[in-house]
């Protein structure tokens, strides 16, 4: 039940996080390109790498909390996108280069393939 709470509070606030930082950008940076997104997708990508290389570094291994807080709850709200790229780059480094390569393929193709089906369903025409 902790970690729900944790993985709650800090998906709260990094989702209020992203909302903020997206129309900010949005309004300093006007464009049809989906540049806010995009921004938000690789900052949030390079705060988890710090957040776990410093994690790794110098935290004892049963600092779950703050990991269930930061990277599942805080960075996750922000961008799944940094959960994406970390689950990405721990399969590479552990040598599982195929199973990154099918992980990302499959990631991006078929949830736009299921994202696109669901807005077919919406308007009645799947």
């Known amino acids: 039940m902790q970690g729900i709470l944790l993985v709650g509070a800090g998906g709260a606030i990094g989702a209020m996080a992203r909302y903020a930082c997206g129309s900010l950008i949005g309004r300093l940076l006007p464009m049809t390109f989906p ?3 995009l921004l938000i997708n ?3 990508s390079i705060f988890m790498g710090v957040f776990i290389g410093l994690l ?3 935290m004892p291994p049963q600092q779950a909390e703050l990991r269930l807080f930061v990277a599942v709850g805080l960075l ?3 961008t799944t996108f940094s959960s994406f790229s970390l689950d990405t780059i721990a ?3 552990r040598g599982a280069v195929m199973q990154a390569g099918a ?3 499959l990631s991006v193709v078929v949830c736009l393939i299921g994202l696109y089906l669901g807005l077919l369903m919406t308007r009645g025409v799947a």
């Open 103 to 105: 992980y990302v393929l």
């Open 56 to 58: 790794a570094r110098f």
């Open 42 to 44: 690789i900052a949030g």
């Open 35 to 37: 540049l806010p997104t």
């Open 76 to 78: 996750g709200g922000f």
């Open 91 to 93: 399969l590479i480094e």
